[in-house]
């Protein structure tokens, strides 16, 4: 079991940069794929990036390629989304997610992901 809680939203010029957090709690947390997606008001749940539990295998977004970076520390529990050159098309809310695989092929798929966290708002003003 798995429970996610996302930080570190807020509301932010174009151009400007953001740190999301998501803080893990369970045992094996260090196991698990972790991921990030994100919701824009009246739109799907979109995919933005994933990291394996070693870290060494990262995935993203085209949208984001570049801009976004992912990381996370197993020994805090925690994983990072490091949102730079933010454009108003970057507003959503932000969602952390958990999977026990790694998958390229299906990973971008909301229904894969096991675990949810609540969101937070980002907003990303001209």
């Known amino acids: 079991q798995v429970q996610l809680v996302e930080s570190g939203g807020g509301l932010v010029q174009a151009g400007a940069s953001l740190r999301l957090s998501c803080a893990a709690s369970g045992r094996t947390f260090s196991t698990y794929t972790l991921g990030w997606f994100r919701q824009a008001p009246g739109k799907e749940r979109d995919f933005v990036a994933a990291?394996?539990?070693?870290?060494?295998?990262?995935l993203y977004a085209d949208s984001v390629q570049g801009r976004f970076t992912i990381s996370r520390e197993n020994a805090k529990n925690t994983v990072y989304l490091i949102l730079n050159s933010l454009r108003i098309e970057d507003t959503a809310v932000y969602y952390c997610?958990?999977?026990?695989?790694?998958?390229?092929?299906?990973?971008?798929?909301?229904?894969?992901?096991?675990?949810w966290g609540q969101g937070t708002q980002v907003t990303v003003s001209s």
């Open positions: 997610a958990a999977v026990r695989t790694w998958d390229v092929l299906q990973m971008t798929r909301t229904d894969h992901w096991g675990y």
């Open positions: 990291i394996a539990w070693t870290g060494s295998n990262r």
